[in-house]
């Protein structure tokens, strides 16, 4: 099946509208000279849909120069002289011009008389309808893109069904439970998800992982990062625009992200950074789910989820006056707070684990995993860039670790020495041995609840379970 012929539910409306114009037929062929479409005689003849072209010779022409052109006497023009129908045709005239994209030309665009009134028309036009079906294939160029990044999305996302979760979104530790049965309860409904939390907590992944569970998992998912797009552009970005609304603008125009999300989700992530002038046109967006284009007047009806992510107190910025109360309420539907590594305990060690698997396939290493001193070294750091900055620490040491136990001395110095880490510099031998010895139990501590669990984590660190109250009691922990 050719390109063309995916996106012929949009080329046959376009060639509908030009024959309700003009006083000529109109066909669209592919690159094997298959019509995708014809109208008026083409239709009559039944042999719209996927058949060779009278008109073999002629767009093959133009498909092989990328020209187009124009044919005014079909049974004696030297382009048509290689076509068997030649003598038998009963077009009198025909325009052809080439559909082109990454500077391939993948089809022709042709419009032929059939009568004497026709080829009057035709042939005393002809640079204007020239200019006409250049616009119409600019607009099929436009299409073709836009198949093009949703072929992208939906690998993606086949990507990520495939994986289940991705590796930033792994836990079992109480909070991401919790997370992981709302995100499951909610994840049916179309209603607007607000996710809160630090940098690099997986705000992006919760997002995913929702769109993953939902019934718009067959649906595309698109990401706009609200605070990396220039103000002046974030507004077409969101929305898409009309040809020549602007300076620079396509003569084609362009689809915003929210029609390209059109039976999926959006996730707008850094929605702290929404211009207030555009949040007045989100919030519209929200209440009437329709989109206007920049420069169009037209409502567009969609029909998508939106999630929403910040790391911003919207609160305060509320009472700030720099986001809109009636905006933040409309996203606030469902809340949703990733907690920072730090307070997820025991899942430290899990993410490293499986970020030691996945780099391990991605750079043909077969490291076996962490020493104990390395694993409490890791539980210890507060990670102040999460789970992203845990992922980047693994492929580190993954890159540079020469045996296959990752130890203490392998570790990056700002784990051991930096700011939050256990051992400062300029300390005596002594008070690092207190500093680091409190960290591992205090990071431990944080996993564990109850006689039975406190048991075992004496065990694993090879003291006893009164020698753990004692340090408790020293550390006051």
Same mark, same amino acid.
């Given at each position: 099946?050719?390109?063309?012929?995916?996106?012929?539910?949009?080329?046959?409306?376009?060639?509908?509208?030009?024959?309700?114009?003009?006083?000529?037929?109109?066909?669209?062929?592919? %690159?094997? @000279?298959?019509?995708?479409?014809?109208?008026?005689?083409?239709?009559?003849?039944?042999?719209?849909?996927?058949?060779?072209?009278?008109?073999?010779?002629?767009?093959?022409?133009?498909?092989?120069?990328?020209?187009?052109?124009?044919?005014?006497?079909?049974?004696?023009?030297?382009?048509?002289?290689?076509?068997?129908?030649? *003598? @038998?045709?009963?077009?009198?005239?025909?325009?052809?011009?080439?559909?082109?994209?990454?500077?391939?030309?993948?089809?022709?665009?042709?419009?032929?008389?059939?009568?004497?009134?026709?080829? +009057?028309?035709?042939?005393?036009?002809?640079?204007?309808?020239?200019?006409?079906?250049?616009?119409?294939?600019?607009?099929?160029?436009?299409? @073709?893109?836009?198949?093009?990044?949703?072929? *992208?999305?939906?690998?993606?996302?086949?990507?990520?069904?495939?994986?289940?979760?991705?590796?930033?979104?792994?836990?079992?530790?109480?909070?991401?439970?919790?997370?992981?049965?709302?995100?499951?309860?909610?994840?049916?409904?179309?209603?607007?998800?607000?996710?809160?939390?630090?940098?690099?907590?997986?705000?992006?992944?919760?997002?995913?992982?929702?769109?993953?569970?939902?019934?718009?998992?067959?649906?595309?998912?698109?990401?706009?990062?609200?605070?990396?797009?220039?103000?002046?552009?974030?507004?077409?970005?969101?929305?898409?625009?009309?040809?020549?609304?602007?300076?620079?603008?396509?003569?084609?125009?362009?689809?915003?992200?929210?029609?390209?999300?059109?039976?999926?989700?959006?996730?707008?992530?850094?929605?702290?950074?929404? !211009?207030?002038?555009?949040?007045?046109?989100?919030?519209?967006?929200?209440?009437?789910?329709?989109?206007?284009?920049?420069?169009?007047?037209?409502?567009?009806?969609?029909?998508?989820?939106?999630?929403?992510?910040?790391?911003?107190?919207?609160?305060?910025?509320?009472?700030?006056?720099?986001?809109?109360?009636?905006?933040?309420?409309?996203?606030?539907?469902?809340?949703?707070?990733? !907690?920072?590594?730090?307070?997820?305990?025991?899942?430290?060690?899990?993410?490293?684990?499986?970020?030691?698997?996945?780099?391990?396939?991605?750079?043909?290493?077969?490291? *076996?995993?962490?020493?104990?001193?390395?694993?409490?070294?890791?539980?210890?750091?507060?990670?102040? %860039?999460?789970?992203?900055?845990?992922?980047?620490?693994?492929?580190?040491?993954?890159?540079?670790?020469?045996?296959?136990?990752?130890?203490?001395?392998?570790?990056?110095?700002?784990?051991?020495?930096?700011?939050?880490?256990?051992?400062?510099?300029?300390?005596?031998?002594?008070?690092?041995?207190?500093?680091?010895?409190?960290?591992?139990?205090?990071?431990?501590?944080?996993?564990?609840?109850?006689?039975?669990?406190?048991?075992?984590?004496?065990?694993?660190?090879?003291? +006893?379970?009164?020698?753990?109250?004692?340090?408790?009691?020293?550390?006051?922990?």
């Amino acid at each position: 099946m050719s390109i063309l012929t995916q996106i012929k539910s949009f080329i046959i409306p376009c060639v509908q509208a030009i024959a309700a114009i003009i006083n000529a037929e109109v066909t669209v062929v592919d %690159g094997d @000279l298959k019509r995708i479409y014809g109208s008026g005689f083409y239709r009559t003849l039944g042999r719209e849909v996927e058949e060779a072209d009278r008109h073999d010779s002629f767009f093959s022409g133009i498909l092989q120069t990328g020209e187009p052109g124009m044919v005014t006497d079909v049974r004696r023009a030297a382009a048509c002289r290689k076509c068997r129908l030649q *003598q @038998l045709c009963t077009t009198k005239a025909v325009i052809g011009y080439p559909i082109r994209y990454r500077e391939n030309t993948l089809g022709v665009i042709g419009i032929s008389a059939f009568t004497d009134a026709q080829y +009057s028309y035709v042939t005393e036009n002809y640079q204007q309808l020239l200019e006409f079906i250049k616009y119409i294939s600019l607009l099929i160029e436009s299409q @073709l893109q836009n198949l093009e990044y949703m072929d *992208q999305l939906k690998m993606q996302m086949s990507d990520m069904n495939r994986e289940r979760a991705s590796a930033d979104f792994i836990g079992s530790s109480p909070k991401m439970a919790e997370l992981f049965s709302l995100a499951g309860r909610v994840a049916k409904s179309d209603s607007t998800i607000l996710i809160t939390g630090e940098n690099g907590s997986g705000k992006g992944e919760m997002a995913k992982y929702i769109h993953a569970l939902s019934n718009r998992s067959g649906g595309p998912m698109v990401s706009i990062n609200c605070g990396a797009i220039p103000e002046h552009l974030v507004e077409s970005e969101l929305f898409g625009y009309e040809g020549g609304s602007f300076t620079g603008a396509k003569k084609s125009g362009s689809v915003g992200k929210f029609e390209l999300a059109n039976k999926g989700t959006i996730f707008l992530d850094e929605i702290g950074e929404l !211009p207030l002038l555009l949040q007045v046109k989100l919030l519209h967006v929200l209440q009437e789910r329709t989109v206007e284009r920049v420069g169009g007047k037209k409502p567009i009806p969609i029909d998508i989820r939106v999630i929403a992510a910040t790391n911003q107190d919207l609160k305060r910025m509320v009472a700030e006056h720099t986001f809109r109360q009636d905006l933040y309420y409309r996203l606030n539907v469902i809340p949703m707070e990733m !907690p920072p590594l730090r307070e997820r305990g025991g899942d430290i060690i899990m993410l490293a684990r499986h970020f030691l698997d996945l780099y391990n396939h991605k750079l043909h290493k077969n490291l *076996q995993g962490f020493t104990r001193p390395a694993e409490e070294v890791l539980r210890a750091y507060p990670w102040p %860039g999460n789970v992203r900055e845990l992922r980047n620490i693994i492929e580190y040491l993954v890159n540079i670790a020469d045996s296959v136990m990752i130890d203490v001395q392998d570790l990056p110095p700002h784990l051991i020495q930096g700011d939050g880490a256990a051992i400062k510099p300029g300390a005596t031998l002594s008070e690092m041995v207190k500093n680091y010895e409190r960290s591992v139990l205090e990071a431990r501590l944080k996993t564990i609840s109850g006689r039975e669990e406190r048991l075992q984590a004496a065990r694993e660190l090879g003291i +006893s379970q009164a020698t753990l109250y004692r340090k408790i009691a020293e550390y006051q922990l």
